[in-house]
């Protein structure tokens, strides 16, 4: 075999590891979209079986963030040390065993506990999916990112729906079996489809440095990745806002628990547009997309709380879907530029920042229903959405 031949051979055994990896991560990624939207959906059923009262009834989003967000403080010191493709197939197994023990639970504490290791099996499909997608395709992950997120709204767009027609035959703890039967079956298919590609090559588009304290301290005194923090944190509000409490504000607002599943299909049915239709023209400019998007959501929900009509919110949503489905893709590849052969670290740090927000914002909506109402909650995010385009644009001004 002459030069030519060997460099050809190799660049064919990457491209074809790189798509191996991506199908491993939409397979698993779109798996835990059902179990992201589970709780959300049927909050109040669950409210209900434990006779939950005020900010009780966001606790269970927040245990979830919990352990999302302490998976995140681990993963970096597995950078360099484990393999991502095993991790994602072991956590996978992990998802389903909680699933099927917090269907099982007989106390909310104990409800509780399980949904925070579900949280951390999480947080470890959801880093390892999104870094290796950006270690397999490097400048074009953007592209790809946003076919990752893209199916994550899929599945999240199907899982109010599929929930709701499960109800008809079973109750929440039923559902909770299924999609612990559905996350264990993931597992093999990912085992499978990776063990028939080199794994040297697998391994060599994936492989990492290990992180050090100089490059933490590095990191965190970049102003850029602070601005990005900073703009990260305040959209998630946003979104958060809509994806954890939206049913809840449906409920006490207008006694509407239909509209509010429709609210969350409308945003994932607009996020998913925005993420697969729209991604090349975003990818040009990633940043001020960003920031236009951050301005449209808060404007969209404005309009929605100020209007009155659960009919103008349930629309607002798809509006919130169009204008920030790419924020979490945006925000991922921005952070991970510069940062090669540390994309599991930038991921995870990203990542945590989201999870921080998605801790605060079920408790903090809850406690303003409680002191104010359902609309004075849901103007949180409409305060949050301009601070978020605010700090987009100075990570813009912050430019590598």
């Not at 007989?106 to 506990?113: D, G, M, P, T, Y």
């Not at 599945?155 to 264990?184: E, Q």
């Not at 449209?296 to 100020?306: D, N, W």
Request: aromatic share 12%; net charge positive.
């Amino acid at each position: 075999m002459n030069c030519r031949e060997a460099i050809t051979g190799a660049k064919t055994n990457r491209s074809s590891a790189a798509r191996v990896i991506t199908a491993a991560a939409l397979i698993s990624i779109f798996t835990y979209s059902f179990f992201v939207s589970l709780s959300n959906t049927i909050i109040n059923e669950i409210v209900g079986e434990f006779s939950l009262a005020g900010t009780s009834e966001g606790l269970m989003s927040s245990m979830v963030s919990l352990g999302f967000m302490l998976s995140l403080f681990l993963i970096p010191l597995a950078q360099g040390r484990v393999q991502k493709i095993p991790a994602l197939i072991g956590a996978c197994i992990i998802q389903a065993a909680m699933l099927f023990a917090s269907g099982a639970s007989s106390a909310f504490a104990l409800f509780c506990v399980m949904n925070v290791i579900l949280g951390f099996s999480g947080g470890f499909i959801d880093t390892y999916a999104n870094s290796a997608v950006v270690d397999a395709w490097g400048a074009q992950s953007p592209k790809y990112l946003g076919y990752l997120h893209g199916l994550f709204g899929l599945g999240s767009l199907l899982t109010p729906i599929v929930i709701f027609r499960l109800l008809l035959y079973t109750d929440w703890r039923g559902i909770y079996y299924i999609m612990a039967v559905i996350s264990l079956l993931t597992a093999p298919v990912v085992f499978l489809l990776t063990r028939g590609c080199d794994k040297g090559a697998i391994n060599a588009a994936t492989n990492e440095q290990r992180l050090n304290k100089a490059d933490l301290l590095s990191f965190m005194r970049q102003r850029r990745n602070i601005m990005l923090s900073l703009a990260a944190f305040f959209s998630t509000v946003v979104q958060a806002s809509l994806m954890v409490w939206i049913v809840r504000y449906m409920v006490l607002r207008f006694d509407a628990a239909h509209l509010g599943a429709l609210s969350l299909s409308a945003y994932w049915v607009c996020a998913t547009l925005n993420r697969f239709f729209l991604a090349q023209l975003i990818n040009k400019a990633p940043l001020k997309f960003f920031i236009l998007g951050a301005v449209l959501s808060g404007a969209a929900f404005a309009i929605g709380v100020s209007s009155g009509s659960p009919i103008v919110m349930c629309a607002m949503a798809g509006v919130l879907g169009l204008s920030g489905g790419h924020f979490i893709p945006v925000l991922i590849s921005e952070c991970a530029r510069g940062y090669a052969g540390k994309t599991t670290f930038t991921t995870s740090y990203m990542m945590l920042v989201m999870g921080f927000a998605r801790i605060i914002v079920p408790l903090l909506l809850a406690y303003a229903t409680t002191r104010g109402s359902p609309a004075f909650s849901m103007m949180i995010p409409v305060w949050a959405a301009p601070a978020a385009a605010v700090f987009g644009w100075m990570a813009l001004r912050a430019q590598l």
